[in-house]
């Protein structure tokens, strides 16, 4: 079960943020990995530059200082280390899912859209 229903439904969660993971931290290129896996043809993890971010952002009709705010981000984003959290145990009393089963039981959405 998700955590969503418990946090709409039960009480003491108005105001509470939740970091929701899975039951291990992994890389994208991990997350490439398992997805080739899971939908049984290559996909690939490719970092690009900030100023090659930028520049796709703007190609594709971001305003400057939209793209300036997402390249900061995204770099913030990199700059911080992964972490597991135990959010999702902690509010449904389960185990949260692994990537691969998250990925496996969305299969059919995941392929549809890629």
Do not use: W
Not at 18 to 33: R, V
Not at 38 to 52: A, C, H, N, Q, T
């Amino acid at each position: 079960m998700s955590v969503s229903p418990h946090v709409l439904t039960e009480s003491g969660h108005d105001g509470t943020a939740y970091e929701l993971t899975g039951p291990k931290a992994l890389t994208h290129e991990e997350m490439a990995e398992t997805l080739t896996r899971v939908l049984g043809r290559p996909i690939r993890y490719v970092r690009i530059s900030d100023e090659d971010y930028r520049q796709t952002l703007l190609a594709s009709g971001a305003s400057e200082e939209i793209a300036d705010a997402s390249v900061d981000a995204n770099r913030y984003v990199r700059s911080v280390p992964s972490t597991v959290t135990s959010s999702v145990r902690d509010v449904t009393g389960r185990e949260p899912i692994s990537f691969e089963g998250f990925c496996r039981d969305r299969a059919a959405a995941l392929a549809a859209t890629s």
